[in-house]
């Protein structure tokens, strides 16, 4: 199993631009999310989805969008990047399925994002 | 206002010098607590979950407690590798109970 796989892994944009973060995993996992990591400022959830279909916001979800057509893939769209949205995104995912419960979060390697 | 505070920040250790790190929470109900680990570069790393107070569970130099108002992670003779950042996040059973609290972590570094 390759787990949780994230691409770019580095990505530069400039302000008013918008980009897709690709994120896949291959353990048929149901909870997938997306947390930004900023100094000083610890993990925070943007989005997450409980399975296909499903997706909900999370603390910060402004200025990002998501979709889950499919059980693998949760793409993070930037709509018009801007300067406040450098930081490396971490896309997870766990087996927990209907209940609330955040068992075991499987993390891929991140994707460091500079918006100039 | 829900909180988790790691504390040292940092921490440098030397080989086998053992020592704990400190994870305290102020929740209106826990649901779990759980420890990560994260090298430089990587994403978190699951450790270990508890749910209640008086939990402990191991891992190889690792040992994690929990109390009603904090959790330590016990690194006993601790080795290079085990150099990293070791986080605290906490689940609580208000309003949206997919969202875990994370703490900034405790980035330790162990000298040979």
């Known amino acids: 199993n390759a787990g949780v796989t994230q691409t770019p892994k580095f990505q530069v944009l400039k302000t008013g631009q918008s980009m897709t973060l690709q994120c896949a995993q291959d353990m048929n996992h149901e909870y997938m999310s997306w947390y930004r990591q900023d100094p000083g400022m610890g993990l925070r959830l943007i989005h997450y989805?409980?399975?296909?279909?499903?997706?909900d916001q999370g603390e910060v979800p402004n200025g990002y969008n998501v979709s889950r057509s499919t059980t693998e893939d949760f793409p993070l769209r930037l709509l018009s990047a801007a300067p406040s949205q450098t930081s490396v995104y971490f896309c997870?995912?766990?087996?927990?399925?209907?209940?609330?419960?955040?068992?075991?979060?499987?993390f891929g390697s991140g994707t460091q994002l500079s918006v100039l | 206002e829900d909180q988790v505070t790691q504390s040292p920040e940092a921490l440098r250790l030397q080989e086998g010098e053992s020592s704990s790190l400190n994870c305290s929470y102020t929740?209106?109900?826990?649901?779990?607590l759980f420890w990560y680990r994260q090298d430089p570069g990587k994403g978190p790393e699951f450790l270990f979950t508890?749910?209640?107070?008086?939990e402990e569970k191991e891992k190889e130099r690792l040992k994690a407690t929990l109390t009603k108002k904090e959790s330590f992670l016990h690194i006993t003779a601790p080795k290079p590798e085990d150099s990293a950042t070791y986080l605290c996040?906490?689940?609580?059973?208000?309003?949206?109970?997919?969202?875990?609290?994370w703490g900034l972590g405790t980035s330790l570094a162990v000298n040979p």
């Open positions: 989805s409980v399975g296909a279909g499903i997706t």
């Open positions: 508890l749910y209640s107070a008086g």
């Open positions: 997870a995912s766990s087996y927990s399925r209907g209940s609330a419960t955040n068992e075991k979060l499987f």
């Open positions: 996040a906490v689940q609580t059973n208000a309003g949206n109970n997919r969202k875990l609290i």
């Open positions: 929740v209106s109900g826990l649901r779990g």
